[in-house]
């Protein structure tokens, strides 16, 4: 079993920063890859941004150049931070991981645009 908590999310204005965190527990060695996804009011869930055991990152054509995934292996701990933000990326986000025999959710950090 794996156990993501989210934080970090907030209100923010556009063209503003965040930095969401996601620190995993439990099986944290049978983790491949984690990720980050978000939902807006009234639209289906997608991806963001991904980053393998191995360091190697994906992003969502909307938010590359903005958006960079990191992880703190130490710290068991995968970041996402966010500059220059938009009204459209609104929403609630949601950490990812991914084993051999399934996929975990967080319940997800809100992010609020207050323009």
């Known amino acids: 079993q794996v156990q993501l908590v989210e934080s970090g999310g907030g209100l923010v204005q556009a063209g503003g920063s965040l930095r969401l965190s996601c620190a995993a527990s439990?099986?944290?060695?049978?983790?491949?890859?984690m990720g980050w996804y978000r939902q807006a009011p009234g639209k289906q869930r997608e991806l963001v941004a991904t980053?393998?055991?191995?360091?190697?990152?994906g992003y969502a054509d909307s938010v590359k150049g903005r958006f960079t995934i990191s992880r703190d292996n130490a710290k068991d701990t995968v970041y996402l931070q966010m500059n220059s933000l938009k009204p459209e990326d609104t929403g609630v986000y949601y950490c990812?991981?991914?084993?051999?025999?399934?996929?975990?959710w967080g319940q997800g950090t809100q992010v609020t645009d207050s323009s």
């Open positions: 980053i393998t055991s191995g360091g190697s990152s």
């Open positions: 439990g099986s944290i060695g049978s983790i491949n890859a």
């Open positions: 990812l991981a991914t084993t051999r025999r399934r996929a975990y």
